[in-house]
């Protein structure tokens, strides 16, 4: 009996042996599968209800920003474009910086702007101090919505987003946008889309709510710059868009569909598909001046962006060649010009990177932003052609 009670202790011990391995073994296994805990970079985010993102997420981390003023990142300028639902759960910007965290919102003076500046957007935006508060934004309508914060100033700015086409090549020219039509709502991806756009050859832009910037700060002073302000306009190349990029050149005219799409952890991506040619032009009614900085006005004040040089109607050849010829004396070096139909900016504009140079004195300009650059002061005969067939443009520079 001794025996049988020995051994039957040494087989529960055994399988107690067992059983401590396996658990053991068990919760080393589930410590391995846990999921880790969720890693929140330091930055600013935006987040709410109201929102597609409650928690912290990266596609709805703010981005460094330009300066209008400088076209240089300002570090404590801060933008993110995201779509927004009206309500009054509203929403925040949280900073997090290790393991403390800041809820933003609007301060004391937080205000709708019924109308801004002349560059500012033409529909009412918000704009104010932003201060640590549990106060939450709002907005009226659902959309997309540009939030901008610039923790140097504590100013905050929540404008809606609706995006138009500018420029020579559109059919407004540079004084009002045309606009593109919006998708439906949605919390992570919007469309803008426009079709059967004749576009010219020539410089254009996307800008939203017929802006080109909102000011944050019209006082601080950076270097010999002041003010910060926030770009509402995008530029470069339809490829690579930049926040107040240099003219998107168009080379090729004809009737095109143009889509905008944002998709949020995303750039913003623009295609334009060629779907049909333009029927030539007449240009024999188009009026043509030199406009800018370099030269005198028959005041013999020096002139500025406002007022032409030579407005003239072209001489017509071949019934599609059109030519506008001037003489001019350039009264600086390095000043810019461009040509300009009429006494404002809602007609055709013709820049540097429009246009093929030719002629002996070709090698005096160069190309700014778009704009001709005279490099070398002088008198010169300038002639600029458009074949309406092609529309290529051409300008013969000679220094007289």
């Not at 889509?259 to 188009?286: C, D, E, V």
Request: charged fraction near 15%; aromatic fraction near 10%.
């Amino acid at each position: 009996m001794k025996k049988t009670f020995l051994k039957l202790g040494m087989v529960l011990s055994v399988l107690a042996l067992v059983t401590i391995v396996f658990s053991l073994n068990s919760c080393s296994k589930d410590e391995d599968e846990a999921t880790p805990p969720a890693v929140v970079l330091d930055g600013y985010y935006v987040k709410g209800p109201v929102t597609a993102y409650t928690g912290f997420d990266a596609k709805a981390m703010m981005k460094i920003a330009r300066n209008e003023v400088t076209q240089e990142d300002r570090d404590s300028l801060l933008e993110l474009y995201i779509p927004i639902k009206a309500g009054t759960t509203g929403f925040n910007i949280v900073k997090v910086a290790g393991s403390v965290t800041t809820v933003i919102g609007p301060g004391t003076g937080f205000t709708t702007i019924t109308t801004g500046t002349t560059d500012e957007p033409k529909v009412p935006f918000q704009r104010g101090p932003a201060v640590a508060t549990s106060a939450v934004f709002t907005v009226p309508t659902d959309g997309m919505y540009h939030v901008v914060y610039d923790f140097g100033r504590n100013v905050a700015v929540v404008a809606p987003v609706h995006w138009g086409m500018i420029g020579a090549a559109t059919p407004n020219g540079w004084g009002t946008s045309t606009d593109l039509s919006e998708s439906a709502f949605n919390l992570t991806t919007m469309s803008w889309t426009i079709t059967d756009m004749p576009l010219l050859v020539g410089q254009w832009k996307f800008r939203y709510s017929n802006g080109w910037k909102i000011e944050i700060d019209t006082s601080i002073i950076i270097g010999s710059d002041k003010g910060v302000k926030v770009n509402t306009n995008f530029g470069g190349d339809e490829d690579a868009l930049v926040a107040g990029g240099d003219n998107i050149a168009n080379t090729s005219a004809g009737i095109y569909t143009v889509t905008l799409t944002k998709t949020m952890g995303s750039n913003f991506i623009a295609t334009l598909t060629k779907t049909g040619n333009i029927p030539p032009i007449n240009y024999s009614t188009y009026e043509m001046g030199i406009i800018g900085n370099c030269y005198l006005k028959a005041d013999l004040t020096q002139a500025a962006w406002d007022e032409p040089f030579g407005l003239q109607l072209p001489v017509v050849t071949g019934g599609t060649n059109y030519t506008w010829t001037y003489t001019i004396d350039f009264n600086i070096d390095n000043g810019e010009f461009k040509f300009r139909q009429g006494s404002d900016w809602n007609g055709k504009s013709i820049g540097y990177t429009d246009v093929t140079m030719d002629g002996s004195g070709a090698s005096h300009f160069s190309d700014v932003g778009g704009n001709f650059k005279v490099d070398v002061a002088g008198n010169y005969t300038l002639e600029l052609k458009i074949d309406a067939v092609t529309e290529v443009y051409t300008v013969t520079a000679t220094k007289n």
